[in-house]
T-cell receptor, first 111, second 113 residues
């Protein structure tokens, strides 16, 4: 079973709209990470949010973390066509070196 | 800083042949990770080196797959007797030590015919 899982599986919005991707995870964490992968590239980290943080921002991106419900969200405001990508949440078990990725959410931003 | 460099970008092999994939981590990074990405399985952890020493290879298939890091400037992933099910994008990532922020290369797309 997946350690972390995003939903929905796919999203489609028009430029300028806001969008939110959700993530649920199954283990005690010290931090949760959000990555974005554009076609033909490797994943790139967007935000790392630690277990003692509830919210983290990076420009148009905002991540939240709720350790009680083991869930996180990534919101993007004023979306652009270049935001089209697969968005992953990733985490690891305490004491493990493995960073485990969810299956990803495919976001398509249309002109 | 050129980022993590992976070569080749694409590799096509025949069933039963050997494939060697190369990774040059970011200079100064002490940790190297290998992942495999497929549509069905997503991103799968394969192995992890720290200061060139193998730390965790629990994701590596027990047969045919091996990884090495002979020096701090490159790591290799070798697949012997490749099979069609080995077809995937193999991603290398480096970090300053742990798994907090991974910097990925663009990957090597391996196709086994």
């Amino acid at each position: 079973s997946q350690l972390a899982e995003e939903n929905p599986w796919a999203l489609s919005v028009h430029e300028g709209e806001s969008v939110t991707v959700n993530c649920s995870y199954k283990t005690s964490i010290t931090a949760l990470q959000w990555y974005r992968q554009k076609s033909g590239e490797g994943p790139a980290q967007l935000i790392l949010i630690r277990s003692n943080e509830r919210e983290k921002r990076n420009g148009r991106l905002r991540a939240t973390l709720d350790t009680s419900s083991q869930s996180s969200s990534l919101s993007i405001t004023a979306t652009r066509c270049e935001d089209t990508a697969v968005y992953f949440c990733a985490t690891g078990s305490s004491g493990s070196w493995q960073l485990i990725f969810g299956s990803g959410t495919q976001l398509t931003v249309m002109p | 800083n050129a980022g993590v460099i992976q070569t080749p970008r694409h590799k096509v092999t025949g069933k039963g042949q050997e494939a060697t994939l190369w990774c040059e981590p970011i200079s100064g990074h002490s940790a190297v990770f290998w992942y495999r990405q497929t549509i069905v399985q997503g991103l799968e952890f394969l192995t992890y080196f720290r200061n060139q020493a193998p730390i965790d290879d629990s994701g590596m298939p027990k047969e045919r797959f091996s990884a090495q890091m002979p020096n701090q400037s490159h790591s290799t992933l070798k697949i012997q007797s490749t099979q069609p099910q080995d077809s995937a994008v193999y991603l290398c990532a480096s970090s300053t030590g742990g798994a907090e922020t991974l910097y990925f290369g663009s990957g090597t797309r391996l196709t086994v015919l």
